[in-house]
Structure formats: C-alpha cells, structure tokens
C-alpha cells in the first residue's frame, strides 16, 4: 500500500518537475537503541555512538537514521560508530543537546528487498515537536505533542509522522497539536519511554504531504501568473 500510493502521486505530477525523494530511505522502524559515548565539539560536531551491532562491518559512507536525522559514518570500532554533524543540522534538530550518555534511536538505511514496515521517512528533520502531555492507556501510552504553525497543515488525522525517527500514526488533531498512541513494544524499545513532559523531538512530516503542498503551491503559480 505505501509504494501505491507514492506511485499514485508521481503518476499525478507526470507533467511537473523531477521529484526525488531522496538517496537514502528509512522506514521508521527502530531496530535498535544506541548511547552517545563521546562529543567532539571543534568545527562541525563529532559524535561517537555506540551501538549492539558489529560496527567495524558497517560499510564507511552508511547512512543510518540517528534519532530521525540521517547521518554518514565516517570511523567505526568494534562495538560503535562515528558521524560528523553540520552547524546547520544542529540548529534544525535536537543533536545540539546530544551529551555521553544520551540514548538514541536507530535505523541503517533501506535495502532492496526489505520489509517496508513503517513509511517512507527520508531523515530529514522539517522541525521540532514539543511532548505537551503524557497519558497512561492501559498497557500504552498517549502522546500529546506541539509544532509550529508552519507545519500544522501537513498533520493529518490517521496520516503519519516521524517522531525522533519512530513511524507513527496520528491519532487526533486539534490545531497545532495533535496525539499519537504508543504501544508497550515502543515504549520499551525506543528512546519514547524515557521521555518527559516538554522534551523536544525530531519531526519529519510525511513525504506525501510534503510534496502534495510543494504541488499546490506550484499550480497557485502558475494560474496567478
């Protein structure tokens, strides 16, 4: 269903502009949980991450979805990785308050052939969300979360969103707000179970919505040429 309808939408802009979704995709599915060991903070940022994979095989050049930003390792060890991070990504993302210690969520990039369990999520932060409230469901948990105003308009109710690189699905939307609920298996097996009220998180709207604005804009364009 998920390449359907991203085929639908390129089929629609047959007469528009190339679209490229990206090099590299994600799924938004964690496949696991990774600590900031070292912070190297002279030029762009450092970040040494380890991780319960045998990093030494991970190919120089990767890209794996940190938290929902996609970054390149550039230096492995056994048992960790490294990736520089950009002056710009740290003022577009939560990275800036990474510190040893820091858990983050982790996915390599999509292969041919895998499972596509989530969406397509391209590790590209759009903003940041605020976590508004926290609310046990029986054995999940609901989520309450912020953006900016800028970005409401692309929030759907049932549609999906990347938080902190996690596939979501939008429960209800009221406003700038809207909440998603976590089941038992994501609270305990991301980095969303340590997080508290006001905590600030990576957001990725979903790339359909993304286009079908960039879509809309170009077609008010051009009729009010």
């Known amino acids: ?8 939408l390129i089929n629609a802009c047959s007469n528009a502009k190339k679209i490229e979704i990206g090099r590299y995709m994600f799924t938004g599915i964690i496949t696991a949980m990774g600590q900031v060991r070292s912070v190297t903070k002279t030029g762009d940022w450092q970040f040494e991450i380890a991780a319960p994979w045998q990093c030494d095989h991970l190919s120089l050049g990767a890209s794996i979805a940190c938290s929902g930003v996609c970054l390149t ?4 060890t056994t048992d960790s990785f490294f990736v520089d991070v950009s002056a710009e990504t740290l003022a577009r993302t939560t990275l800036s308050g990474w510190q040893i210690g820091t858990q983050i969520n982790l996915e390599p990039a999509l292969k041919l052939g895998d499972e596509l369990g989530g969406h397509i999520v391209s590790g590209h932060v759009d903003g940041l969300a605020s976590l508004q409230e926290i609310e046990a469901l029986g054995d999940s948990h609901r989520l309450v979360i912020a953006v900016d105003d800028r970005l409401k308009a692309f929030i ?8 902190d690189g996690i596939s979501l699905t939008v429960n209800e939307v009221e406003d700038s707000q809207f ?16 997080r508290q009220k006001g905590d600030r998180l990576n957001l990725e709207i979903d790339t359909l919505a993304r286009y079908l604005a960039r879509m809309l804009d170009v077609r008010f364009e051009q009729e009010h040429k």
């Open 73 to 76: 390792v550039v230096d492995t």
């Open 179 to 194: 909440s998603v609920n976590i089941i038992p298996h994501s609270w305990t097996h991301t980095t969303l179970g340590s």
């Open 156 to 163: 759907a109710e049932k549609g999906s969103v990347a938080l």
């Open 1 to 8: 269903m998920i390449w359907l309808k991203y085929t639908a």
